[in-house]
Each structure stands twice: as structure tokens, then as C-alpha cells.
């Protein structure tokens, strides 16, 4: 497997580069990363009394979008591998107080989420560092963990088909996020590295591809020109 793909170099990445993500995150998107969460988190239309699974969860940086509408039933499960990423997590889950929130700090192809127990699964990000062996495992513990007819939607930074914007696109990952990485953090390379992602990723359609299987159905979606995609389904049994 290449090295990049290797959870332990993932996991190291992020937390190296936890105290800045949420900030960074914000800017290199010109603020989109934002509006992108929310509009991958309301395709699936959470209602109350929910269990939803956020993957790849970080900091909880899509909590607020799935706690929405939540009351006294609901239940959400935030995943991440990384300890600085849970720490920042465990600390902002104290904002929802009304919100019964549960922080496992997990590999995603080693949970411990119990079978058919999910209403929703939620991922914003945490496509891109996978491989397709790995987004076929991904696909794998999404049908297990979700109940029948429950619903999930994830959603990556992608690079964008129109002509005009791919090479503008390009030279800012892959040139300027890496300079501001340096200014602001001291880390260019980090930074670099969500460049090289991004590139390896494309766009979620292999994603599509990879969670066609009979058991979902599953349609591809793109936001903002296809500067993000992700994929939207349902388990059917
Ligand atoms: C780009 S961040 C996304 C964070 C957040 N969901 C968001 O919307 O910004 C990707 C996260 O996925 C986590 N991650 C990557 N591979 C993982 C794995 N195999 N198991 C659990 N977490 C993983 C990383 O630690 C990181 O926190």
C-alpha cells in the first residue's frame, strides 16, 4: 500500500495538524467548507430521535449541522483515530449540553459501533486519505452499521472538471495552501499534503462506483462546480 494511504501516517498527519485544521480548513476554502457540511449533512434530512455515526468526525467540525433538529432521544457517535483531533472533539462536545454524544476514538475498520444501529452515517472530509481497497472496507461497515432504510451521506474537497477553474484550482492547493500552511503554522509540507490528497482523490464518482452494490442505493452529488462531491444513499434492507 502507498505509505500516504498507511493509517499510522493519516492519524500522525492530523494530529500534527489539529491545532490548525479548523481554521485552515475555513480559509482554504474561501469559507465553503462550511455551507458544504451543511448541504452534505441536510441531503439526508436527520429527524428527531436519530442515532447518526459521524465518521472521520475531527473536532465534531459537522456536530451543529446533524444536532440541528435533535431532542432528548437523539443520539450522535463521533469516530476519529487521531488523539488530538478526539481531545478538540471531547472539549467542544461541552457546547452541546441538551445532546447525548458519544466520542470513540477508533480506526473505522476496527469499530466498535454495533450492527443495524444507525438511523444516519455522516462523513465531511475523511474520503480523500483512502484508498479504493479501503473505500470498498468503508462501504462495507456503512451497510453493517446502518439500520434498514437508514441513510448516509459523505462528502470530500474535489477537483473540478470545468476547465476554467481546474488549473486556478490546482495552483492553490497545491501552491498557495502549502505557502499559508508556512505562514501561519509552520507547515508547509502538512498542508502540501492535502494537495496530494485531493489530487489521488479526483472526485468522489469512484466512491459512486465502489458503493454501487446491491444492498444501496446511492447517487453521486457535487457542490460548488464540483470543487466538492460526495455521494448520498440509503441501505434498502
Ligand atoms: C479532513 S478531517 C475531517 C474532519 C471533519 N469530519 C470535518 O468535517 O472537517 C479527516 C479526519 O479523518 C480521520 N481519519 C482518517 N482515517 C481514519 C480512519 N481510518 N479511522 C478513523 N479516523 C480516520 C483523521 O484523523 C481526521 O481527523
Keep these: ?14 494530529d500534527k495538524m489539529s491545532s490548525s485544521y479548523s481554521s485552515m480548513n475555513y480559509i ?16 439526508v434530512g ?24 435533535s431532542d432528548s432521544n437523539s443520539k450522535l457517535v463521533g469516530l476519529d483515530f487521531s488523539s488530538e483531533m478526539i481531545k478538540r472533539a471531547e472539549k467542544y462536545k461541552t457546547k452541546f449540553n441538551n445532546s447525548t454524544i458519544e466520542i470513540l476514538k477508533e480506526n473505522v475498520f476496527e469499530n466498535s459501533i454495533k450492527n443495524e444501529t444507525a438511523d444516519f452515517v455522516i462523513s465531511g472530509f475523511g474520503l480523500k486519505t483512502f484508498n479504493n481497497e479501503q473505500l470498498n472496507k468503508l462501504a462495507n461497515e456503512i451497510e453493517r452499521i ?56 479526483g472526485n ?20 460548488f462546480y464540483g470543487c466538492a462531491s460526495g455521494i448520498k444513499g440509503r441501505k434498502i434492507k
Design 1 to 14: 500500500m502507498k505509505e500516504i494511504y498507511e493509517p499510522n501516517f493519516v492519524e500522525k498527519l492530523f
Design 28 to 43: 482554504t476554502s474561501f469559507g465553503f467548507s462550511e455551507r458544504w457540511r451543511r448541504q452534505s449533512v441536510e441531503e
Design 46 to 69: 436527520i429527524d428527531k430521535g436519530a442515532t447518526v455515526v459521524d465518521l472521520m468526525t475531527g473536532m465534531g467540525e459537522c456536530w451543529k449541522h446533524i444536532l440541528k433538529k
Design 146 to 201: 446502518l439500520k434498514p432504510n437508514g441513510k448516509f451521506s459523505l462528502i470530500d474537497v474535489s477537483v473540478p472538471n470545468n476547465n476554467f477553474l481546474k488549473p486556478f484550482y490546482m495552483f492553490y492547493l497545491k501552491s498557495i495552501i502549502p505557502i499559508l500552511g508556512r505562514v501561519f503554522l509552520g507547515r508547509a509540507e502538512t498542508y502540501r499534503m492535502l494537495g496530494v490528497y485531493t489530487e489521488e482523490f
Design 204 to 223: 468522489s464518482r469512484n466512491a459512486h462506483q465502489i458503493f454501487k452494490r446491491t444492498n444501496f442505493e446511492v447517487e453521486y452529488v457535487e457542490y
